[in-house]
């Protein structure tokens, strides 16, 4: 089993920044790879984010150069820095925790950019 907690959602105005952290325990051992997905109203939920056990990382179109993945392996953490947001990364995020044959989900965490 494996838990995950996010935090770090909330308001920012369109050109804005914000952080999303997620903290894993459990059989952190087994995990592959962790991810930030995302799912607005009425949509399905997307990657927006990927980062490795071994540090390779692959981004959306639609974030790339402007979200940045990355962990510290020391705190079982992984981070999604958002810049230049834009309304349409309006969305409730999801961390995601890869383990072979089943993925494993936070609680999500609401961000919301206003125009």
């Known amino acids: 089993q494996v838990q995950l907690v996010e935090s770090g959602g909330g308001l920012v105005q369109a050109g804005g920044s914000l952080r999303l952290s997620c903290t894993a325990s459990?059989?952190?051992?087994?995990?592959?790879?962790m991810g930030w997905y995302r799912q607005a109203p009425g949509k399905q939920r997307e990657l927006v984010a990927r980062i490795t056990s071994g540090g390779s990382t692959n981004y959306a179109d639609s974030v790339k150069g402007r979200f940045t993945i990355y962990s510290n392996h020391a705190k079982n953490a992984v981070y999604l820095q958002m810049n230049s947001l834009k309304p349409e990364d309006t969305a409730v995020y999801y961390c995601n925790a890869k383990v072979v044959g089943y993925d494993y989900w936070g609680q999500g965490t609401q961000v919301t950019v206003s125009s």
């Open positions: 459990g059989i952190i051992y087994s995990i592959n790879a």
